[in-house]
């Protein structure tokens, strides 16, 4: 059975920093692409980082470029999100999603994060000003 867990939202200050951590059961990491995505409040889901299930390649939305760090322990069956510099329009709830590599990726460029197969339930990443 595959559960995805994500962990680590909380209430921080702008300029802040945050770890986000998700981790999976029921597949392992070399198996799956996986992702974190966010949704604020009115505003569809969007990507905002992903590593490939075949080598260390990382991906970031440009909007979080040079201040969000994506990182996999595989051991623990754990994808991270190192999050610094945090500004109030990062807030949203941040979800964790996963799926075979050329789907993800299809999902992706499509913008239709929908269609990937595992998710979590979310985490909230609340920044004040």
């Known amino acids: 059975q595959v559960q995805v867990v994500e962990s680590g939202g909380g209430l921080v200050q702008a300029g802040g920093s945050l770890r986000l951590s998700c981790v999976v059961s029921?597949?392992?990491?070399?198996?799956?692409?996986i992702g974190w995505f966010r949704q604020a409040p009115g505003k569809e889901r969007e990507g905002v980082s992903w590593?490939?299930?075949?080598?260390?390649?990382?991906y970031y939305s440009d909007s979080v470029k040079g201040r969000f760090t994506i990182s996999r322990d595989h051991a623990k069956n754990t994808v991270y999100l190192q999050m610094t510099g945090l500004r109030p329009e990062d807030t949203a709830v941040y979800y964790c999603?996963?799926?075979?590599?050329?789907?993800?990726?299809?999902?992706?460029?499509?913008?239709?994060?929908?269609?990937?197969?595992?998710w979590g339930k979310g985490t909230l990443v609340t920044v004040s000003s």
């Open positions: 999603g996963a799926d075979l590599l050329a789907k993800f990726i299809n999902a992706v460029i499509a913008n239709t994060p929908y269609e990937l197969d595992y």
């Open positions: 029921g597949f392992t990491l070399d198996e799956y692409a």
């Open positions: 590593i490939s299930s075949l080598d260390d390649n990382t």
